[in-house]
């Protein structure tokens, strides 16, 4: 693979990822992530069935023990699917238009290396 963004992933690798030994430590450590700190979703199609099952996968046994967890949107216009599944896991939107949401990520991020660089 010399291309990294080439690379697309089935339904059925998906289904393949969420079972195969190999990658239950790096299920486990996500959840770890996800109980152990805030988590923002950022770029996340809702509408995706794949992001959903993904998601719904790491979320559904962490459920009540996650911390918040919030989706960045730029419209608070959301589909039935996708608010039964924001409901259903306790997602927090976050409505941002783009200008303002890059503004204030910008400024965190000056912010932030203003800290390593004293």
């Known amino acids: 693979m010399t291309q990294g963004d080439k690379v697309f992933l089935t339904s059925q690798d998906i289904k393949k990822l969420k079972i195969l030994s190999f990658y239950q430590s790096f299920w486990s450590q996500l959840r770890k992530e996800l109980m152990e700190r805030p988590t923002i979703l950022l770029g996340m199609d809702l509408e995706n069935t794949d992001v959903q099952e993904i998601l719904g996968f790491l ?60």
């Open 59 to 118: 979320l559904e046994e962490i459920h009540y023990e996650k911390q918040a967890v919030y989706l960045v949107t730029s419209s608070s216009i959301l589909s039935s699917k996708v608010a039964n599944f924001i409901n259903k896991y306790d997602i927090k939107l976050l409505t941002k238009n783009m200008d303002s949401f890059q503004e204030n990520f910008n400024k965190k991020v000056v912010d932030v290396q203003k800290q390593f660089v004293r």
